[in-house]
T-cell receptor
Framework: KAGVTQTPRYLIKTRGQQVTLSCSPISGHRSVSWYQQTPGQGLQFLFEYFSETQRNKGNFPGRFSGRQFSNSRSEMNVSTLELGDSALYLC???????????FGEGSRLTVL | KQEVTQIPAALSVPEGENLVLNCSFTDSAIYNLQWFRQDPGKGLTSLLLIQSSQREQTSGRLNASLDKSSGRSTLYIAASQPGDSATYLCAGTPSGGSYIPTFGRGTSLIVHP
């Protein structure tokens, strides 16, 4: 059974650019959530999707957005990148609400 | 608002030691508590999930306990090995309102030969 797959694993962007990250959840999982991890702030919740609907959103600016497709795959987008957006972006999937979370390997974003 | 604290932040032990990692949470209205392992630059690997109705869960050399009344969970690692070196994080999922888990900052463990 395949795990959570995130692409790309590594990427380098410059300030002002935008980036799209992709996440394929475990087959059968309908909930996908995104987290930002930095050494200074730890793991911070970005947003959570279930059946193509965003049900929860963390305290991040509107430059951070996401969506979920009918096959449960999810993307997140960050526009007008800032240096502070450099982080490991993690995607997690679960079968449903309050179920066990399974994480992908993450996408390491570096903003220059 | 739930706060999750993990003490110590870092731990270095010789191989073979039994050790305990601590996780404290401020709101006892917790639905479940999950322990994860994270290797440098990698994602989180789920180790154990304890439901609020359970007191402990075991997997191999790992044993996790949950005491809601005191707001604490512990992860016990028996006979530690160098391969156990990683950061261990706990996350509490609330039972009411938002169901988004709150993560601790983790305990960085080094097991030296």
């Amino acid at each position: 059974k395949a795990g959570v797959t995130q692409t790309p694993r590594y990427l380098i962007k410059t300030r002002g650019q935008q980036v799209t990250l992709s996440c394929s959840p475990i087959s059968g999982h309908r909930s996908v959530s995104w987290y930002q991890q930095t050494p200074g702030q730890g793991l911070q919740f970005l947003f959570e999707y279930f059946s193509e609907t965003q049900r929860n959103k963390g305290n991040f600016p509107g430059r951070f957005s996401g969506r979920q497709f009918s096959n449960s795959r999810s993307e997140m987008n960050v526009s007008t990148l800032e240096l502070g957006d450099s982080a490991l972006y993690l995607c997690a999937s679960s079968f449903g609400v309050r179920e066990e979370l399974f994480f992908g390997e993450g996408s390491r974003l570096t903003v220059l | 608002k739930q706060e999750v604290t993990q003490i110590p932040a870092a731990l270095s032990v010789p191989e073979g030691e039994n050790l305990v990692l601590n996780c404290s949470f401020t709101d006892s209205a917790i639905y479940n508590l999950q322990w994860f392992r994270q290797d440098p630059g990698k994602g989180l690997t789920s180790l154990l999930l304890i439901q609020s109705s359970q007191r402990e869960q075991t997997s191999g050399r790992l044993n996790a306990s949950l005491d809601k009344s005191s707001g604490r969970s512990t992860l016990y690692i028996a006979a530690s090995q160098p391969g156990d070196s990683a950061t261990y994080l706990c996350a509490g999922t609330p039972s009411g309102g938002s169901y988004i888990p709150t993560f601790g900052r983790g305990t960085s463990l080094i097991v030296h030969p």
